[in-house]
């Protein structure tokens, strides 16, 4: 297990392969310009209150689960009844029933 600690004091804990793929993911394809908009693959996203939409995406602040990385977008595959689906960490479908986290937007779509 190692420990990497970001200049905002968030640490992130994990075997190095665990680590390694949060690091490079989260550097591929989002930029976080402040805590209400991203850049993912060159795209702005914006933080939008209300339920998650297909084509948006959800970062959890607080990983409910080892398959879940804080901190990373989850694309919005499909939404059920309030729950969202998204392919985890693990490469599975999950169902977001009742989880807490934030939902982004593509900038300018409503």
């Known amino acids: 297990m190692i420990k990497y600690k970001i200049v905002d004091g968030t640490t992130i804990e994990g075997s190095v392969d665990e680590?390694?793929?949060?690091?490079?993911?989260?550097?591929?394809?989002?930029?976080?310009?402040?805590?209400?908009?991203?850049?993912?693959?060159?795209?702005?996203?914006?933080?939008?209150?209300?339920?998650?939409?297909?084509?948006?995406?959800?970062?959890?602040?607080?990983?409910?689960?080892?398959?879940?990385?804080s901190g990373a977008p989850y694309l919005v595959k499909a939404f059920d009844d309030g729950s969202v689906i998204i392919t985890d960490d693990d490469d599975d479908y999950y169902l977001t029933r009742g989880d807490d986290f934030n939902v982004y937007r593509l900038k300018g779509k409503e």
């Not at 991203?38 to 990983?63: N, S, W």
């Open 19 to 69: 680590v390694l793929t949060f690091l490079t993911r989260m550097a591929a394809i989002t930029t976080y310009s402040s805590d209400d908009e991203l850049e993912i693959h060159g795209q702005p996203f914006e933080k939008v209150p209300g339920p998650a939409r297909q084509g948006d995406f959800i970062v959890y602040e607080t990983a409910p689960y080892s398959f879940i990385t």
